[in-house]
């Protein structure tokens, strides 16, 4: 397929995968955390868009965008360091307590299905359109970008739009970790398992806090901590995708050595 054709189907998809996402935000409703609805009921709309992406991938016949084991299997060795930080958030979500065994499913499902979804969507079906026009970093940035704008979503739900802002600039920094890891592991499943495990431990760890949110007062630390604290893993991201050969920008099937 051209690869203007596919950017363009490709796009589109994004945008009615988006309205999949957030479907029923729309209608009448008091904002609420997002803890509250991805622990209390399978998020269906999130389900729904990852299996729309997946259906359009097979019907179109992209096989590039990574559903295959790693390989080697040894590059799942550069998650170790990132790793860390999955130990830490499990430590903290033991210590704070852990909301009622019901709550705990629901959300470990749910963020499975967004780790799916919004792979799929983005790294998978968005990048490798992309890379058919544009060269590796354009591709990267873009895709990127667009993946940390979407999450401006969630101040619908929410309330709090300067939140969803802040989510959106570490949902970017994230994004280009995400890629880095697609990359140098030559699939995708890795990155939709740590994005997963990633938004279910700190979704584990707020819905252990009982607290009282404040309104009206913002303080700077509120902003700066969360950029601060994906730093790390942005960082790291830049590093692995330095001097990437050309060979590991697309997914198909290596040839035989």
């Known amino acids: 397929m051209p690869g ?7 796009v589109v998809a994004v945008l009615i995968w988006a309205l999949i996402t957030v479907w029923g935000i729309w209608t009448p409703h008091d904002p609420a955390p997002l803890t509250q609805g991805l622990g209390g009921r399978l998020a ?7 299996l729309f992406m997946l259906v359009v ?34 430590g903290l979500a033991l ?25 799929i969507a983005f790294r998978g079906v968005l990048f490798h359109a992309l890379r058919t026009r544009l060269s590796l970093w354009p ?23 300067l939140e969803a802002a802040i ?51 913002v303080h700077w630390w509120t902003l700066v901590v969360p950029i601060l604290f994906i730093l790390p893993n942005f960082l790291y991201g830049l590093w692995l995708l330095r001097k990437l050969d050309a060979r590991e920008t697309g997914l198909a099937p290596l040839p035989a050595s």
């Open 4 to 10: 203007t054709y596919r950017i363009g189907l490709s």
């Open 44 to 50: 269906w709309p999130i389900i729904g868009a990852g």
């Open 57 to 90: 991938a097979m019907v179109m016949g992209w096989r590039d965008i990574g559903l295959v084991a790693p390989r080697p299997w040894t590059s799942l060795r550069l998650l170790l360091l990132p790793g860390l930080y999955l130990l830490l958030f499990l």
């Open 95 to 119: 210590a704070i307590g852990l909301p009622p065994p019901v709550t705990i499913l629901f959300l470990l499902a749910n963020t499975l299905a967004v780790g799916f979804s919004e792979e």
């Open 139 to 161: 591709a990267i940035w873009l895709t990127s970008v667009a993946f940390g704008a979407v999450h401006v979503i969630n101040g619908f739900t929410t309330g709090d739009f």
């Open 167 to 217: 989510q959106a600039v570490t949902a970017f920094m994230s994004g280009v970790f995400f890629m880095a890891v697609m990359l140098r592991t030559r699939s995708i499943i890795p990155a939709m398992l740590f994005h997963a495990f990633w938004d279910f431990l700190l979704t584990l760890i707020a819905a252990g806090v009982v607290s009282t949110p404040v309104k009206g007062s």
